[in-house]
């Protein structure tokens, strides 16, 4: 799958939601630092840049909400098959048309 997205532009994004989150929850940066356990200047520097550590992060996520569906999000896709014996059957049958009229 190709993204369209940046590995920065990500971070923003990121960040951005997760100020919204603590604006909509009625929090002050300083609130969601306590509530959280994120350092303050780790909180500005994150929601300013993008750039925090991934424990840092879902603890904010833990406090605004989000954690559950960003883990959710990142569930591994099953795949269509389980062997390589799967993959050629499927390969070798037949095409199927549908009938004219």
């Known amino acids: 799958m190709i993204s369209l997205i940046s590995p920065s532009k990500a971070l923003r994004k990121l ?13 002050t940066q300083e609130g969601l630092a306590e509530r959280s356990g994120v350092a303050l200047p780790t909180l500005r520097k994150f929601e ?10 879902l603890r904010l996520l833990l406090v605004v909400g989000g954690l559950e569906e960003l883990i959710e999000a990142i569930k591994p896709v099953k795949p269509a098959f389980s062997s ?18």
């Open 48 to 57: 300013q840049k993008g750039v925090i550590s991934l424990e840092s992060f």
């Open 15 to 27: 960040a951005e939601n997760v100020r919204s989150r603590r604006l909509n929850a009625g929090l």
């Open 84 to 101: 390589i014996d799967e993959v050629l059957k499927e390969e070798a049958s037949p095409r199927k048309r549908g009938r004219h009229k």
